[in-house]
């Protein structure tokens, strides 16, 4: 890049090439310029990092399972959020909701069926046996109740017994002593032949030898059968 004499060919920048010889290098990636006769990098693009190293020669692009979204020389690629899927380059696919911080992704909270991983990089989804109805990075996937099913995991719960609504409680734990705000089903009456179970959680049919003929909105227990009764099916007949 210089002319006169007394001067050297260097060597072919990493990241360039020079398959022409001369003065002629093509550069696919990166911005360059010169600096004292000689190519230097200058940044490398959204999805690709500088090459480890004193020399900074080369802009790689970032593998799958990596991301980088910033731009320079002084950013590496970063592992993929847990939960998403990366690629490779910026391309980032995100469960919940994100934001961008200093040029990575921070989550903001995750979706209603999910909860936050232990270091708030990922959602995950409820397993069988567990829901969640909240919407945040506090809430934890909690056991079915025992009047429910949540087989499929993640917010869907089907209820064959009982009037059940969504109330919202204050959840304190070793690691919110304050307490958080979480949603959570509530099992509010159970219908007539049925009674709550010790648990509150459940509808239990009432046995052979007593009944129940009114909805129960609290933990009455069956009645024992009336003297001249016929309760053997148990539940509301006599």
């Known amino acids: ?125 409820c397993a069988a046996g567990k829901y969640s109805l909240s919407v945040g990075l506090d809430q934890e996937c909690k056991p079915c109740p025992a009047g429910g099913d949540c087989i499929e995991g993640g917010n869907v719960t089907a209820f064959a017994v ?13 690691e919110h002593l304050d307490g958080v705000l979480d949603k959570r089903w509530n099992l509010s009456s159970c219908p007539a032949g049925n009674v709550f179970a010790t648990s509150s959680d459940a509808c239990v049919r009432c046995e052979p030898g007593f009944f129940s003929l009114g909805a129960r909105a609290s933990k009455t227990p069956c009645l024992p059968c009336p003297a001249g009764g016929d309760c053997l099916a148990g539940g509301n007949v006599v």
Not at 13 to 36: I, L, N, S
Not at 162 to 174: A, E, F, H, I, Y
């Open 162 to 174: 009982g009037n059940w609504n969504v109330v919202t409680v204050l959840d304190k734990t070793p």
């Open 1 to 125: 890049l210089q002319s006169g004499l007394g001067f050297s060919c260097y060597t072919c920048p990493t990241g360039g090439d020079c398959g022409r010889g001369g003065d002629q290098t093509t550069f696919e990636v990166g911005d360059w310029t010169v600096e004292a006769f000689m190519w230097a990098l200058q940044s490398c693009p959204s999805g690709y990092a500088p090459n480890t190293g004193s020399t900074k020669d080369e802009c790689i692009r970032c593998e799958a399972g990596t991301y980088s979204l910033a731009e320079g020389l002084s950013h590496a690629c970063l592992p993929c959020p847990q939960g998403g899927t990366c690629a490779g380059g910026s391309q980032v696919q995100l469960d919940g909701d994100w934001k961008l911080v200093d040029n990575a992704w921070e989550l903001t909270y995750c979706p209603s069926g999910s909860q936050a991983t232990t270091a708030k990089d990922g959602c995950v989804v």
